[in-house]
């Protein structure tokens, strides 16, 4: 006999059924989109990579390996790597695991992530989680943490033992996006026994910008003692609006205050001045080594 199941039922019944059935379908479908999404941050679309000396922060002069994401939410009035902005400008699409077999091979002991804007990448946690622990593995194999042992490994047969020791990760972001997923990160990697792998230099926009509404405001309470924020100044002015932003939120002495003239725009000795009036000990004029070594080299420097 052929059964209609449907007639078996009662509406009810047929009703609840049916309900798990459509929760079923859509769990699925969410595990599959989730799944999908996962698999596309694993590919990040890059404008650029290349090693340099750090220009700008706390280890401006020391090697670092740059990877340049393509894109950008903002328009700063003053950008110099304007030609990032667009998803145009993607050279290549790479994975995590590409890029971080790329650093290690590049035998450097700084990373910096920038852009465009790095965290509107949503596998840029994953990278820098993967970076940091291959950067720990390094070290734990006995990689180079001194300048004694880079000598001695570099003499010895650079070819074939290319990955330096534990990795600093930079992130170079724009301040517009929130940083709040990256300092949970932060922590568990502290609770792990890896704490200090990565620090944010948080760009605070000021008028002369044009960006400076699009700053997240929750994001300086959550920057420490590995964490810098860069002003750019781009005009006199902007150094008021900087004093007020690093006063506001209790910046000095709690993280980095780095104050980076525009060359050739804004006199650097202006901004001294200024820091030498408002007591600003805390702080650091920065001059970007790379625009002082390459003067208008836009790209690979
Ligand atoms: N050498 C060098 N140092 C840098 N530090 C931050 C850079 C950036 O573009 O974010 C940068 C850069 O583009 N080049
Ligand atoms: S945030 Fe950076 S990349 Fe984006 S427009 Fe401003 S300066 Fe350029
Ligand atoms: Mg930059």
Same mark, same amino acid.
């Given at each position: 006999?052929?059964?209609?199941?449907?007639?078996?039922?009662?509406?009810?019944?047929?009703?609840?059924?049916?309900?798990?059935?459509?929760?079923?379908?859509? @769990?699925?479908?969410?595990?599959?989109?989730?799944?999908?999404?996962?698999?596309?941050?694993?590919?990040?679309?890059?404008?650029?990579?290349?090693?340099?000396?750090?220009?700008?922060?706390?280890?401006?002069?020391?090697?670092?390996?740059?990877?340049?994401?393509?894109?950008?939410?903002?328009?700063?009035?003053?950008?110099?790597?304007?030609?990032?902005?667009?998803?145009?400008?993607?050279?290549?699409?790479?994975?995590?695991?590409?890029?971080?077999?790329?650093?290690?091979?590049?035998?450097?002991?700084?990373?910096?992530?920038?852009?465009?804007?790095?965290?509107?990448?949503?596998?840029?946690?994953?990278?820098?989680?993967?970076?940091?622990?291959?950067?720990?593995?390094?070290?734990?194999?006995?990689?180079?943490?001194?300048?004694?042992?880079?000598?001695?490994? @570099?003499?010895?047969?650079?070819?074939?033992?290319?990955?330096?020791?534990?990795?600093?990760?930079?992130?170079?972001?724009?301040?517009?996006?929130?940083?709040?997923?990256?300092? @949970?990160?932060?922590?568990?990697?502290?609770?792990?026994?890896?704490?200090?792998?990565?620090?944010?230099?948080?760009?605070?926009?000021?008028?002369?910008?044009?960006?400076?509404?699009?700053?997240?405001?929750?994001?300086?309470?959550?920057?420490?003692?590995?964490?810098?924020?860069?002003?750019?100044?781009?005009?006199?002015?902007?150094?008021?609006?900087?004093?007020?932003?690093?006063?506001?939120?209790?910046?000095?002495?709690?993280?980095?205050?780095?104050?980076?003239?525009?060359?050739?725009?804004?006199?650097? @000795?202006?901004?001294?001045?200024?820091?030498?009036?408002?007591?600003?000990?805390?702080?650091?004029?920065?001059?970007?080594?790379?625009?002082?070594?390459?003067?208008?080299?836009?790209?690979?420097?």
């Amino acid at each position: 006999m052929t059964r209609d199941k449907g007639n078996d039922l009662p509406d009810w019944l047929e009703n609840v059924v049916a309900k798990e059935e459509k929760a079923r379908r859509q @769990a699925v479908q969410a595990a599959e989109r989730r799944a999908a999404a996962e698999n596309r941050a694993e590919i990040m679309p890059i404008a650029e990579r290349f090693v340099s000396v750090n220009g700008e922060g706390p280890r401006s002069g020391r090697l670092a390996a740059f990877i340049r994401f393509a894109g950008c939410n903002l328009r700063c009035a003053w950008c110099d790597t304007a030609w990032a902005q667009g998803s145009d400008s993607v050279s290549e699409w790479r994975t995590t695991e590409e890029l971080v077999r790329w650093v290690r091979e590049a035998g450097v002991e700084c990373v910096t992530l920038t852009g465009g804007e790095p965290l509107l990448q949503p596998g840029a946690a994953g990278l820098v989680e993967a970076l940091v622990r291959a950067g720990a593995a390094a070290a734990d194999e006995g990689g180079a943490t001194s300048y004694a042992s880079l000598v001695e490994r @570099a003499s010895a047969a650079a070819e074939e033992a290319p990955a330096a020791g534990p990795l600093f990760v930079e992130i170079e972001t724009n301040g517009s996006q929130p940083i709040r997923p990256l300092v @949970a990160l932060r922590d568990r990697l502290a609770e792990e026994g890896l704490p200090g792998r990565f620090g944010f230099t948080l760009d605070c926009k000021l008028p002369a910008s044009g960006e400076a509404r699009a700053m997240n405001e929750d994001n300086y309470a959550l920057l420490g003692a590995d964490d810098v924020v860069k002003f750019v100044i781009a005009e006199e002015d902007d150094l008021d609006a900087m004093l007020a932003v690093v006063e506001a939120h209790g910046l000095g002495g709690r993280c980095g205050v780095y104050l980076s003239p525009i060359m050739g725009v804004v006199d650097p @000795a202006v901004v001294v001045d200024f820091m030498r009036e408002h007591a600003m000990a805390y702080a650091t004029l920065q001059l970007q080594l790379h625009k002082i070594i390459w003067p208008g080299v836009e790209r690979g420097v």
